[in-house]
């Protein structure tokens, strides 16, 4: 079965230090990756997406991620995090078949403490 | 980047009513569109993908005649809820992707928080 893992309910990180959500995906082909973040009874903003190319992907607010065909993840990162990052983040995987739904992991609370 | 507009932002309606949610893209094409719902401290559950011009194609697990979906041209979709009950009560988004640019990433509209008494 095709599926995006998140392993984390909840990542805490102080303000000023790197932070880290991570991303595991389980999907057949090529498929295209993205992150979300959700703030409190919003929609979802678009953060960063991997379609091809460079593996260390730059995006929005300072975020990157990097894919790792290898290890099939897609972990999310900031170098020095803020408290206003402290938000709900999903990682989804859009397939490449069948409709071309998106997937989404389970999300990943992070709070950020000043 | 592209606007996708939900409506209305929150709905509270009466057991046995229907009510319906718009989504509108503001400034692209969307020949399809998505339909989602998330429960309290959850991932997105996809319910439906809606086709312009066609009848929408449902998850599995999700009864069509409960929610109706109808998406009448390139830049509006409607989510009906029918006959709804206090289960119904949750955070349902839409979402939108400029297509034929199958790389790029989907909209989001906001989010509707319905709440059935």
Redesign the interface.
């Known amino acids: 079965a095709q599926s995006v893992a998140q392993p984390e309910d909840q990542v805490n990180v102080a303000e000023g230090n790197p932070l880290t959500v991570k991303c595991t995906y389980s999907v057949s082909g090529n498929p295209y990756l993205f992150w979300y973040v959700q703030y409190p009874n919003r929609g979802l903003q678009f953060l960063l997406k991997y379609i091809t190319g460079d593996n260390l992907v730059k995006g929005s607010y300072g975020f990157e991620a990097e894919f790792n065909k290898s290890q099939t993840s897609f972990h999310l990162k900031k170098p020095s995090a803020l408290v206003s990052d402290s938000a709900l983040y999903f990682c989804a995987v859009r397939l490449n078949t069948g409709g071309f739904k998106t997937i989404f992991g389970a999300g990943t609370r992070l709070f950020v403490k000043a | 980047?592209a606007v996708?507009s939900?409506h209305p932002s929150w709905v509270i309606c009466k057991s046995g009513t229907s009510v319906k949610i718009e989504c509108r893209s503001l400034d692209f094409q969307a020949t399809t569109m998505?339909w989602y719902r998330q429960f309290p401290k959850?991932?997105?559950m996809?319910m439906a993908?809606s086709n312009e011009g066609s009848k929408a194609?449902y998850e599995q697990g999700v009864e069509k005649d409960k929610f109706l979906i109808n998406h009448a041209s390139l830049t509006l979709s409607t989510l009906t809820v029918t006959s709804a009950h206090p289960e119904d009560s949750s955070?349902y988004?839409c979402?939108a992707r400029d297509l034929p640019l199958?790389?790029t990433?989907?909209?989001?509209?906001?989010?509707t928080?319905l709440t059935v008494v």
């Open positions: 980047g996708v939900q998505f959850q991932s997105l996809l993908t194609t955070f988004i979402s199958f790389n990433e989907a909209f989001f509209g906001q989010g928080r």
